[in-house]
């Protein structure tokens, strides 16, 4: 896994998210997360075409929870959280993470996404070049199958 590439994984399979405006409305998003019960992930671009930011499920999530019930009851969330999702406008106010702690480089291992996706609990991750466009997306079950073949090879050269 260490010396296996990011690009040489993400296009084994379709994609599992979206690229919207950074600046669509809440309620977009929220149609395009209902319309679509497979998908995974919303990315973010700003008016260049460049990634801004990554919203899923999670933050839906807490951002109804807050919008309804005021966070009551979710003593996990940071003053900052409320603050952001309580006074959200737009797509862009959902993020939780910095772009660049959640996307990968083509050249980035295995190792690097694997790691990314447990510190940030996601389970799809956008593929950027070096100047930061999406150039599709990297999700567990890809990494899953290349693991599996990788351990059939090993099986087979130990045969």
């Known amino acids: 896994m260490n010396s296996v590439s990011v690009g040489e994984v993400y296009k084994l399979d379709g994609t599992a998210s979206e690229q919207i405006s950074q600046d669509e409305s809440i309620e977009f998003v929220i149609n395009r997360f209902a319309e679509n019960p497979g998908l995974r992930a919303i990315f973010l671009v700003n008016v260049n075409n460049r990634f801004s930011g990554l919203i899923t499920r999670g933050n839906l999530l807490r951002y109804i929870h807050l919008q309804v019930y005021g966070g009551q009851g979710r003593p996990d969330l940071t003053i900052s959280?409320?603050?952001?999702?309580?006074?959200?406008?737009?797509?862009?106010?959902?993020?939780?993470?910095?772009p660049q702690h959640v996307s990968l480089k083509e050249t980035d291992t295995l190792k690097t996404a694997l790691e990314m996706m447990m510190d940030y609990e996601l389970d799809v991750l956008p593929v950027v070049d070096k100047q930061n466009r999406i150039l599709g997306d990297l999700r567990l079950s890809e990494i899953l199958v290349k693991t599996i073949e990788l351990g059939k090879e090993l099986n087979a050269h130990n045969e």
């Open 81 to 98: 959280e409320l603050y952001r999702y309580i006074h959200a406008k737009n797509a862009l106010d959902l993020v939780s993470e910095p």
